[in-house]
């Protein structure tokens, strides 16, 4: 195998893994040995999208002893317990909307989120699913999961911060695309993407995302600027869709060079195109800083080893009772076990 050939040894196990080069050692002086590292990634969960998602799969009549709806918390943990049974992380961590609409972005961009607020500025949420909320804190709590959310600050912030300062592999759980913005391979960082559902969950990497949106992942914040993004108020540019937004970026490189070239005679830019992006420009500047995640929240808790897990035994014995879960948390029990 020598011969002046570098050697790879690879531990094929399911966990993700990191390579580091290290020097040849056996003297046969073919220069330097890759080593693949399994590294078991941690788990960073956009909570409420996953609990959004498991109230409206699974029926509300799914009901604790005194008529309480317990679906969005059933599937919520049924969905864990998948993910820590197919990728088996080491720490895991929830993030949380402590301000679902944080005003500094609104300040900046009004239209945004602005046809999901309900009375009083609070977001509109199902009655049924409200009321479900802190009895799954609770419960992540007697796991020993932290559930982590910031003032003044969206789940998405919490986890570009977990992302950028925990050390990878980084697994984020979500069905925000905007979250798309924080792969990374080189840390690495991946989205494990649940829009199409848990049975059909993508784990997106660079190549995944260019493949999909035609630009990489650190310019898919720049793409949904152009796009647009209705389910959060983005209008976009318009007339600009995806392919002009890609092929743009493609060309250009970022939102500052589009920008300087739309205002640019002589850059080749066709003259109606110039014309959209320089009516828009005022919108593109604040919507840049809009859907960027902000990678410096101040975190008050750090993810938890899974093998801590649960923490308060009696407590969640109590809460699996009171509630109607024994049988979620007993799959998740199981399937830590299984990945541990």
């Not at 390579?19 to 399994?38: K, Q």
């Not at 799914?62 to 080491?90: E, H, K, S």
């Not at 559902?197 to 493949?211: H, I, P, R």
Request: proline residues 7%; glycine residues 8%; contains cysteine.
């Amino acid at each position: 195998m020598c011969g002046g050939q570098a050697i790879a040894h690879r531990l094929l196990l399911p966990a993700p893994t990191r390579h580091r080069a290290v020097p040849h050692s056996n003297g046969c002086g073919c220069g330097t040995l890759t080593v693949v590292i399994t590294t078991a990634p941690l788990l960073a969960i956009d909570a409420p999208s996953l609990y959004f998602r498991a109230f409206h799969a699974l029926p509300e009549t799914i009901t604790a002893p005194d008529g309480t709806p317990v679906n969005a918390i059933r599937g919520f943990m049924d969905m864990l317990a998948a993910l820590v049974r197919t990728r088996r992380p080491d720490r895991l961590i929830c993030a949380l909307d402590a301000d679902w609409r944080p005003a500094w972005r609104v300040a900046l961009l009004p239209s945004y989120k602005a046809h999901r607020v309900a009375e009083a500025g609070a977001e509109l949420v199902p009655d049924g699913l409200t009321r479900q909320v802190p009895i799954l804190l609770e419960v992540l709590a007697a796991l020993g999961i932290p559930a982590v959310g910031v003032a003044g600050y969206e789940a998405d912030d919490v986890l570009g911060t977990l992302a950028t300062r925990e050390p990878g592999p980084v697994e984020v759980v979500t069905g925000d695309r905007d979250l798309l913005q924080l792969v990374d391979d080189a840390r690495p960082v991946r989205v494990l993407y649940t829009g199409r559902g848990m049975a059909k969950l993508e784990v997106l990497d660079e190549a995944a995302v260019q493949a999909r949106y035609g630009v990489s992942a650190a310019a898919y914040a720049d793409f949904a600027v152009l796009r647009g993004d209705p389910s959060d108020g983005l209008p976009g540019v318009a007339g600009i869709g995806e392919k002009t937004a890609a092929r743009l970026l493609t060309e250009y490189g970022d939102l500052t060079a589009v920008l300087a070239a739309a205002e640019e005679p002589r850059s080749g830019m066709g003259a109606g195109l110039r014309a959209k992006l320089t009516a828009a420009r005022d919108y593109i500047h604040a919507a840049q800083t809009v859907v960027r995640v902000a990678r410096d929240v101040p975190l008050a808790a750090a993810p938890a080893p899974v093998t801590a897990l649960p923490a308060d035994p009696d407590g969640l014995a109590a809460l699996a009772e009171r509630w109607n879960l024994a049988s979620s948390l007993q799959r998740f029990s199981q399937a830590l076990a299984a990945a541990t």
